[in-house]
């Protein structure tokens, strides 16, 4: 398993401004995800960070918006831009550990950060 | 990209037995399927995750059938801290990574 630690864990923001998450976890991965959850929906994939390259973004989520830095095997930064109003969600980390030959790999999720953009 | 299938919602009694079927038609030689647990305002909480026949942990049991096109997450004597989100997901391993895409999960309510 793993322990992953986000921060901030919540937040209100104002509009225009930016905020950068945290996620530290307990181990050395070599795949991070970031996702959003808009209140009340499921989980949304923003992008998947590789460690040593580019993030990956999945279709609607571009980098100007959600810059997202990958400096080493346990640690992921999230960066929400210019926030309005319809970016005030909970954003998550998660991370993929290698479990073993016989179990398939395991995504485990941070607590995520709860943004509120007044 | 294989997707999965589940009800909206179900509900139960406490000390029931709870199980929630999802069909992932599309799965994959190499997918493993997975289920979690949503509590509102956490992350999802990792369940349980098996490739083929019954994986059994301390909290759940998964059965996955031999065409592994469904599988079944039994929930043995719920409680009411058991009400949450259940999300199944089979991984799409087309980036050499296994890439998770939530669907709308399984809304358990629990009652007295």
């Known amino acids: 398993s793993a322990v992953i630690s986000q921060k901030p864990s919540r937040d209100i923001c104002q509009r225009g401004t930016s905020l950068t998450i945290q996620c530290q976890v307990d181990s050395q991965v070599t795949m991070m995800f970031w996702y959003r959850q808009q209140p009340g929906q499921s989980l949304t994939l923003i992008a998947t960070a590789n460690q040593g390259s580019e993030a990956t973004y999945e279709s609607g989520f571009v980098i100007d918006k959600f810059p997202i830095s990958r400096p080493n095997l346990t640690f992921s930064t999230l960066t929400v831009s210019n926030m309005s109003p319809e970016d005030s969600s909970i954003y998550l980390c998660?991370?993929?550990?290698?479990?073993?030959?016989?179990?398939?790999?395991?995504?485990?999720f941070g607590e995520g950060s709860w943004l509120t953009v007044v | 990209l294989a997707k999965t299938t589940q009800p909206i919602s179900m509900d139960s009694y406490e000390g029931q037995e709870v199980n929630i079927t999802c069909s992932h038609n599309?799965?994959?030689?190499?997918?493993?399927i997975t289920w979690y647990q949503q509590f509102p305002s956490q992350g999802p909480r990792f369940i349980i995750q098996?490739?083929?026949t019954k994986v059994t942990n301390e909290v759940a049991s998964l059965f996955i059938p031999a065409d592994r096109k469904s599988s079944t997450l039994s929930l043995p004597r719920v409680s009411l801290s058991d009400t949450a989100v259940y999300y199944c997901l089979v991984g799409d391993r087309e980036g050499g990574y296994n890439k998770l895409i939530f669907g709308a999960g399984t809304r358990l309510a629990v009652h007295p």
């Open positions: 599309n799965i994959a030689t190499n997918d493993y």
């Open positions: 098996g490739y083929k």
């Open positions: 998660s991370v993929e550990v290698q479990e073993g030959p016989s179990s398939g790999n395991t995504i485990y």
